[in-house]
């Protein structure tokens, strides 16, 4: 009976160092597998990175001396390539509005355009992703190994049970069989969790290339309006350059007469005065007769006088002024007749002001400059309508420097250079909008030179 006794013994130790071993080797396996999973998908994630940039690029000279010479221009990098390409194209073509699409076909280039793209959030975004995944691999992982530090831990303790009690041998196989169970259920949780990994990046990788499928369609409609804009812009510059001021009447324009000069000290009298709504300090630009007030065909802007005059004395019905442009050849006379576009005696015209004006000729046209404009509107007795739109009672539309063409968005852009594009487009839209609005109302609109001569300022 003893040696019936130990040969039982000795067969159950092996059987269960065999399914122990058996365990540890399924254990490792799965360790292997998910580890070479893992592996596979860094190993993708850095070829997929690879694909969208490369850092030897960012350290190509082309690129530096391109960033130098905007800095010696002190232009921003874009502003200094849209430059470049302008001037490339006037060379090429002798035409700077000419796309690289129109320089490129006689080439049969087909060049691939960079527009606005949130590809590097996208990619920002898929990389966090595989961060977290990679993480709860980690945490597994972690898992598999407390649970292996619990199956050593158990054997040892089964082993001490079985030399210490063969009749709890029942018992030891029952607790060995629960513990199997749970193995084969932990190893069943840990392919659910691969599955569900893979079905999770799978689900990232369809939605990146739905994402990337949006944006390049919104890079394709962005072209497209831009190809539109700029036909408008050429268009609405085309009708700029045309449009003329002419009055049906060039006897509508006449504000009034010179009554009386003073050749010797330059003084002019009027046969205007208080009564009139006449201030001192407004101007006039004086002509010889009505037909005179013509529009210039080479430039379409107003021809000027034969001079021009500041009022400086005001009286109940005449008025003093003196004369700030003049020349010897065609003087001042009596009967000579003055015209001022804000000004008119039995009424009061009706002036929108829009956009921003360079008044002291400093290259840097200004919001304030157009607050200027409406101020000195309303002292020579005319009305300011508020808001940016046309109204019926409108009578002259006075706009300031048309905003220059907005460059495209860098495909990194930030927030701010966001926020700054769309209020350039916005500018600029509403500039070529109210322009063309003008002209289909027939409503005569003035920049800041024709102004200028129609009121009689300046001394050119």
């Known amino acids: 009976m003893a040696t019936r006794a130990g040969g039982t013994g000795t067969l159950v130790t092996l059987v269960i160092f065999v399914i122990a071993t058996v ?7 799965i360790m292997w597998s998910n580890q070479s999973a893992a592996e596979q998908r860094a190993s993708d994630a850095r070829a997929a990175l690879q694909k969208i940039v490369l850092d030897s690029q960012l350290q190509r000279d082309d690129v530096k001396r391109l960033q130098a010479d905007a800095d010696r221009n002190k232009k921003t990098l874009v502003a200094f390539m849209v430059d470049q390409g302008q001037a490339a194209a006037a060379f090429v073509s002798g035409d700077r509005g000419r796309s690289l699409d129109d320089l490129a076909q006689p080439f049969g280039i087909d060049p691939k355009n960079k527009d606005s793209t949130t590809l590097k959030a996208e990619w920002d975004r898929v ?32 082993d001490e049970a079985i030399a210490a009690k063969n009749d709890e041998i029942k018992r030891v196989q029952d607790s060995i069989r629960g513990y199997q169970e749970a193995t084969e259920k932990y190893g069943s949780d840990v392919n659910a969790a691969v599955a569900d990994i893979q079905k999770s990046k799978d689900q990232i990788e369809q939605t990146y290339r739905s994402r990337m499928g949006e944006l390049q369609s919104q890079i394709d409609a962005l072209n497209a309006e831009r190809d539109l804009l700029r036909t408008r812009n050429v268009e609405m510059s085309r009708k700029l350059g045309l449009f003329e001021l002419k009055a049906p009447n060039p006897a509508t324009l006449v504000d009034g007469r010179v009554i009386d000069v003073n050749a010797a000290d330059g003084t002019v009298f009027l046969n ?30 107003p021809v000027r006088g034969k001079g021009s005059i500041q009022v400086v004395r005001v009286s109940d019905n005449t008025s003093t002024a003196r004369i700030t442009r003049g020349t010897a050849a065609r003087p001042v006379v009596k009967d000579d007749l003055i015209v001022n576009a804000v000004y008119q005696p039995g009424m009061k015209y009706r002036f929108l002001v829009f956009g921003k004006f360079d008044v002291d000729q400093d290259g840097r046209p200004t919001e304030d400059e157009a607050d200027y404009i409406r101020s000195r509107v309303r002292e020579w007795g005319g009305e300011v309508n508020d808001g940016n739109s046309l109204t019926g009672d409108l009578d002259f539309l006075i706009l300031g420097q048309q905003p220059p063409p907005v460059p495209p968005l860098p495909t990194d852009a930030t927030s701010a250079q966001y926020s700054a594009y769309m209020e350039a487009r916005t500018a600029r839209e509403s500039y070529d909008k109210l322009f063309s609005d003008a002209i289909e109302a027939q409503i005569p609109v003035l920049n800041w030179n024709r102004f200028q001569i129609l009121t009689g300022q300046g001394t050119r």
């Open 23 to 29: 365990a540890l080797l399924v254990f490792s396996v």
């Open 127 to 158: 990389r966090s992703d595989l961060n977290t995944a990679k993480a709860d691999l980690e945490a597994k992982d972690a898992a598999n190994k407390k649970l292996l530090e619990q199956m050593d831990d158990l054997r040892k303790k089964t």
């Open 272 to 301: 205007l005065g208080r009564a009139d709504r006449v201030q001192p300090g407004m101007t006039f630009e004086v002509y010889e007769t009505p037909e005179s007030i013509q529009v210039d065909d080479r430039t379409g802007a």
